[in-house]
């Protein structure tokens, strides 16, 4: 395992609270212009960071949690950095099912690209893997459990409050399909967070879908991809046409998380509602 995967990234936060954006499922595919189900996934990308720019000028950091690449391509890699930086270079990469974690690194301009832990303000950011090699679903296992123990009572020690983020739902969302894939041992990280009370909230990808819950006071959160959408409460696989968007979170400083989700509202895009499904 590389160093950086040990080391703690520190983030200036340049306000009173700590500003996060979230950019989930970009499945960039090798090639610019490639597409998803019929989207490209460039142009999407493209126009959700136009619309962060527009709408979160003063950007802390930005998480990307997984499924950067469509199919784990080296080149899709270099174009997400190029992407990523035109918000701030503070960005962090997660993997989900669909990326090469060796071709995430190969192409980060920076070892600590693919940190697990960030500190910004009275925060601690922690980045998960839950990839399982050459399968969809997700799992954390010993490692990254044992991991996140070690950290929260680091963080209790030094009273942060802590945002956990993965790739994988570690709920059940209420689509058959998705919950086939969710984190195998969900029950083992829940029962390391509610050891923890500085953890405030968990944020996820994979499911192409917002979901804004509550679970033992941390919020649990989804968001919506930047390229092709979920239908919610779906048995088998059903993309959406609601459009692309992102997630923006303000971590303020009593532990408090204000978020929202946001979507391209101006530019029609091409999605293939009828497609039997995408994996
Ligand atoms: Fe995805």
């Known amino acids: 395992m590389p160093q950086s995967r040990h080391a703690i990234q520190s983030v200036d936060a340049r306000h009173d609270v700590v500003r996060v954006v979230q950019l989930t499922d970009t499945h960039l595919c090798h090639s610019r212009g490639g597409t998803l189900l019929g989207m490209d996934t460039d142009h999407s990308l493209q126009a959700v960071i136009d619309l962060v720019k527009k709408e979160r000028p003063a950007v802390d950091l930005l998480l990307g949690t ?8 080296g ?3 270099e174009r997400l950095q190029q992407y990523f930086d035109q918000l ?9 099912n669909h990326d090469s974690r060796a071709k995430m690194e190969a192409a980060a301009s920076s070892d600590m690209r693919l940190c697990r832990e960030i500190r910004a303000g009275c925060w601690q950011i922690l980045l998960l893997d839950s990839q399982v090699h ?8 010993a490692t990254e459990l044992e991991f996140l123990e070690r950290a929260l009572q680091i963080a209790l020690q030094q009273g942060l409050h802590t945002l956990v983020c993965l790739h994988h739902q570690p709920v059940v969302i209420g689509c058959d399909w998705l919950d086939q894939q969710m984190v195998s041992d969900a029950a083992a990280f829940f029962v390391v967070l509610d050891r923890h009370p500085g953890v405030r909230g968990v944020l996820w990808g994979h499911v192409h879908q917002e979901i804004d819950r509550q679970r033992n006071g941390v919020r649990l959160l989804a968001s919506p991809s930047t390229c092709v959408q979920f239908a919610a409460g779906s048995a088998k696989f059903k993309a959406d046409d609601q459009p692309p968007g992102y997630r923006w979170l303000d971590l303020h400083n009593d532990g408090r998380i204000e978020t929202a989700v946001s979507r391209v509202r101006d530019t029609k895009f091409v999605v293939e509602l009828d497609s039997g499904g995408y994996l």
């Open 88 to 96: 701030t270079s503070d960005n962090y990469w997660l993997p989900g």
């Open 66 to 73: 997984g499924d950067l690449a469509d199919g784990g391509a």
């Open 75 to 77: 080149p899709a890699y």
């Open 134 to 141: 050459g399968q969809v679903g997700g799992s954390l296992g």
